[in-house]
Nanobody, 123 residues
């Protein structure tokens, strides 16, 4: 059974940083593209960042490019999202997502995702 469990969310001031973690189980991470999605109150879920199976290539939404970094450790079955220079508009529930197709993650239709972790950016 595929399971993705996010952690690391919380309250942070504008300009601060957070590191989200995603623990994957029930499948072999090596064969999956992984990513992060988010959903702000009153808005649709949107793509944030993605990383290919081997980890050699990443893609980001324009709104987070240069501030967020996605990474993965297949040996530990972990995926991470380092978020720097956070802005109030980054406030959302962040979801870890996995699929054999990175494209499906980018169009917000991944085969698997977690329960989400809340990130709130506020002074």
């Amino acid at each position: 059974q595929v399971q993705l469990v996010e952690s690391g969310g919380g309250l942070v001031q504008p300009g601060g940083s957070l590191r989200l973690s995603c623990a994957a189980s029930g499948f072999t991470l090596d064969y999956y593209a992984m990513g992060w999605l988010r959903q702000a109150p009153g808005k649709e879920r949107e793509f944030v960042a993605g990383i290919i199976k081997g980890g050699g290539s990443t893609v980001y939404a324009d709104s987070v490019k240069g501030r967020f970094t996605i990474s993965r450790d297949n040996a530990k079955n972990m995926v991470y999202l380092q978020m720097n220079s956070l802005k109030p508009e980054d406030t959302a529930v962040y979801y870890c997502a996995g699929d054999q197709s990175l494209h499906k993650i980018m169009v917000v239709t991944p085969g698997s995702w977690g329960q989400g972790t809340q990130v709130t950016v506020s002074s």
